[in-house]
């Protein structure tokens, strides 16, 4: 089992903070969109969507960096801009999806948002793996 873990360390520590990141996100979300925010407004709703964004990718910078690539990076500057620039990405492909499920397609916003996550989190995997905290 120590031997699998060791294997797989990064991408189960990843799937750890990813799972984590998700609740932040969806705690965020929900909290808004249950108290001051009204998801059947296009525009309400992408304000809910971007403040959940706002509170996961800071929790996730910090995770990430430090407990599943355990960055050694001493630029931490260039390393936090990247990682934002690739969750700005990431967020405009989850805004996307969200208009195009729950203002196009008519699916209730919280579902959306469950199945939008999965989509993002893979991303999200793929560029702080090869962009951000790639190993020298």
């Known amino acids: 089992m120590r031997e699998l873990y060791q294997k797989y360390k ?11 990141t998700t609740v932040v996100s969806l705690a965020s979300y929900y909290l ?7 998801p059947d407004s296009p525009l309400q709703l992408q ?3 971007v403040i959940s ?3 996961a990718v800071t929790f996730a910078y910090f995770t990430n960096r430090s407990y599943v690539f355990e960055s050694k990076n001493q630029n931490r ?3 936090a801009a990247a990682f934002y620039g690739a969750r700005v990405a ?3 492909m989850d805004m996307g999806c969200m208009f195009l ?11 959306a948002k469950l199945l939008v996550q999965v989509i993002v989190l893979v991303a999200n995997y793929v560029l702080s793996k090869f962009l951000v905290f790639r190993k020298s």
């Open 77 to 79: 500057l260039g390393e």
């Open 101 to 111: 499920l729950v203002t196009l397609a008519g699916i209730n916003d919280k579902i």
């Open 53 to 55: 964004w706002i509170a």
């Open 32 to 38: 808004c969109v249950y108290t001051i925010l009204d």
């Open 47 to 49: 304000a809910a969507n």
């Open 10 to 20: 990064e991408i189960i520590r990843y799937l750890i903070v990813g799972v984590l």
């Open 90 to 92: 990431t967020l405009l």
